[in-house]
């Protein structure tokens, strides 16, 4: 159980374009989902806080105008990566907070690799 | 605010050997603590967690982590290495006080397995 998928696992895109990845929890519900970056050999940095059937939560120097999230549902967060640069480049990973239980652990997607040419 | 500090960024091991990965949290409300466990180009796998039940804690594959509140720690280890084992992890915190909405990561410890 706690499955969370993340769709694609490996996107090259061209400077300015914009790129979705989407976010799964496969066989629960997540009301919250989170959207990490790590760049290489490093931490997990928090992007965003997402919040099914609201805005998000951004953290501290993360554009919200280009890191655009969307938790449409209990079980799809959505990032778009909007007028990619390659900065940009680097590994997206989401988690899902599941809703059963006391919800204090995230479960963690295979990540998706971006790289903006 | 919380923290967390893992000692060392490398750790080498012989195939066979004891495993013993660091971890010391600062945090202001009782913890809760996690380790996870990262494969090359994959997500975080949950290896084990600490909720404020029991002190020791055992995980998937062997692994098993003891919360020591007068040393603010929370160390991973593993009687025997395995090859398998070779990989990033990584120690974690957060607090019901935050809603669980934040999980802060520390810098990782590469685990390294030689035969």
């Known amino acids: 159980g706690a499955v969370v998928s993340q769709h694609p696992s490996r996107v090259i895109c061209k400077s300015g374009t914009s790129v979705k990845i989407e976010c799964r929890s496969l066989d629960f519900q997540a009301t919250t989902m989170f959207w990490y970056r790590q760049f290489p050999k490093q931490s997990l940095m928090l992007m965003a806080t997402?919040?099914?059937?609201?805005?998000?939560?951004?953290e501290q120097g993360v554009e919200k105008d280009k890191f655009l999230i969307n938790h449409a549902s209990l079980t799809l967060s959505t990032l778009t990566v909007t007028s990619a640069h390659p900065e940009d480049s680097s590994f997206y990973i989401c988690s899902a907070r599941e809703n059963r239980g006391t919800g204090d652990t995230q479960y963690f997607g295979p990540g998706t690799r971006l790289t903006v040419l | 605010a919380q923290s967390v500090t893992q000692l060392g960024s490398h750790v080498s091991v012989s195939e066979g050997a004891l495993v013993l990965l660091r971890c010391n949290y600062s945090?202001?409300?009782?913890?809760?603590l996690f380790w996870y466990v990262q494969y090359p180009n994959q997500g975080l796998q949950l290896l084990l967690k600490y909720t404020s039940a029991a002190t020791l804690v055992k995980g998937i594959n062997g692994f098993e982590a003891e919360f020591k509140k007068s040393e603010t720690s929370f160390h991973l280890t593993k009687p025997s290495a395995h090859m398998s084992d070779a990989a990033e992890y990584f120690c974690a915190v957060s607090s019901m006080n935050t809603g669980f909405q934040k999980l802060v990561f520390g810098t990782g410890t590469r685990l390294l397995v030689s035969p």
């Open positions: 997402s919040n099914e059937g609201s805005k998000a939560t951004y």
């Open positions: 945090s202001s409300v009782p913890p809760y």
